[in-house]
T-cell receptor, first 112, second 111 residues
Framework: EAQVTQNPRYLITVTGKKLTVTCSQN?????MSWYRQDPGLGLRQIYY???????DKGDVPEGYKVSRKEKRNFPLILESPSPNQTSLYFC???????????FGQGTRLTVV | KQEVTQIPAALSVPEGENLVLNCSFT??????LQWFRQDPGKGLTSLLL?????REQTSGRLNASLDKSSGRSTLYIAASQPGDSATYLC??????????FGSGTKLNVKP
């Protein structure tokens, strides 16, 4: 089954404790991206990747890191999480920005 | 600046009614427009993708149209069912490597 898998689905952590949210797709997509969804602000892009070893900032990259060492994986790293990073996070993939996008089920992160 | 707007923010209709959800975008130079469905606490499910060269796409009871000149897309849902209750999001893509999302229309179909 074609899918984008995120883990964990839910996470509660404390300020400053490094964490990684994993994202994996099984569709051989080149393009992958991360979004956060907040009430009243909608979905905003954090980072995107056009292919392996090619990443770039989106609209709200501060406080986040990404890497793309393999085509199928695109982890989101929060080196020192803060409460303002409490949000619902989505990973997406597609064959390109013009192609149909597939989203993961989301990761609800709470930073206390 | 690319902006995508969805009106209304919420809609409640009785079961069986045909309905139209609206999406407008400020920049007509889009590559494509995609409609998604989001259930509470869940991810986004792709419903329809319309390329810039297309006027409409259909899937089952859903029909999406695209009018680039007026900066509008509509999602038509025929014979609505309670299972259609969800938030519907539209997203436009341009030559900027990202999706520009509307804020969504929350649909409630009453039995």
């Amino acid at each position: 089954e074609a899918q984008v898998t995120q883990n964990p689905r839910y996470l509660i952590t404390v300020t400053g404790k490094k964490l990684t949210v994993t994202c994996s797709q099984n569709m051989n997509h080149e393009y992958m991206s991360w979004y956060r969804q907040d009430p009243g602000l909608g979905l905003r892009q954090i980072y995107y990747s056009m292919n392996v070893e090619v990443t770039d900032k989106g609209d709200v990259p501060e406080g986040y890191k990404v890497s793309r060492k393999e085509k199928r994986n695109f982890p989101l790293i929060l080196e020192s999480p803060s409460p303002n990073q409490t949000s619902l996070y989505f990973c997406a993939s597609s064959f390109g920005v013009r192609a149909e996008a597939f989203f993961g089920q989301g990761t609800r992160l709470t930073v206390v | 600046k690319q902006e995508v707007t969805q009106i209304p923010a919420a809609l409640s209709v009785p079961e069986g009614e045909n309905l139209v959800l609206n999406c407008s975008f400020t920049d007509s130079a889009i590559y494509n427009l995609q409609w998604f469905r989001q259930d509470p606490g869940k991810g986004l499910t792709s419903l329809l993708l319309i390329q810039s060269s297309q006027r409409e796409q259909t899937s089952g009871r859903l029909n999406a149209s695209l009018d680039k000149s007026s900066g509008r897309s509509t999602l038509y849902i025929a014979a609505s069912q309670p299972g259609d209750s969800a938030t519907y999001l539209c997203a436009a893509t341009y030559n900027f490597n990202k999706f520009y999302f509307g804020s969504g229309t929350k649909l409630n179909v009453k039995p």
